[in-house]
């Protein structure tokens, strides 16, 4: 599944995917945004920020926010856009990220989450010294987690492919 047909899918629920890219000193950050336009009012649903390693050699998700009450496959639309971005703009093979640890209950929750959609555990970010980088870099403690930017975009294509995106909204 490519990016255009994502945004048809998009258009088809009456959402827009809008994907901003920066380049900076060999770095790629991107930010991709699922919303609702009505009449010059625009209602961001999702967001996911991050960026690309140097060489292309992989994707760092930093930010992900989801409306608890947005519409339908916003959630779904955000990661296929994000895979679906790396790979055919990017040649990226691999994402990671961090489940930070924000309190017991809710890291729990974001790491069953993110095995779902396709991730792996790599390893816990903790108070070791040998944890020192990756806090710096990732602000914080937590599970970091790896995944295959294929896999998750085919495992999140065949949800989207059960929606009909030949009727606007």
């Known amino acids: 599944m490519q990016v255009e047909e994502l945004q048809n899918i998009a258009f088809s629920l009456g959402l827009v995917i809008k994907i901003q890219v920066r380049e900076t000193l060999g770095l790629c950050f991107f930010k991709i945004v699922i ?10 649903w999702g967001e996911m ?10 994707i760092q998700l930093d930010t992900l926010i989801i409306l608890s ?16 971005w790396a790979i055919e703009k990017k040649s990226i093979k691999k994402a990671r990220l961090l489940a930070i640890y924000d309190t017991e209950g809710y890291s729990k929750k974001l790491v069953r989450y993110f095995k779902i959609i396709g991730f792996k555990i790599v390893k816990e970010v903790a108070s070791s010294p040998i944890d020192l980088f990756l806090r ?8 970091l987690m790896k995944g295959d930017c294929s896999q998750i975009l085919k495992k999140i294509a065949k949800k989207l492919s059960s929606i009909d995106s030949s009727q606007p909204a």
């Open 35 to 44: 919303a609702e336009q009505k009449d010059n009012i625009v209602k961001i």
């Open 49 to 58: 920020k991050g960026w690309s390693f140097l060489n292309n050699q992989g």
């Open 69 to 84: 009450n947005s519409p339908p496959f916003v959630s779904e639309l955000i990661w296929a856009s994000t895979m679906a």
């Open 136 to 143: 710096l870099v990732w602000g914080g403690a937590g599970t």
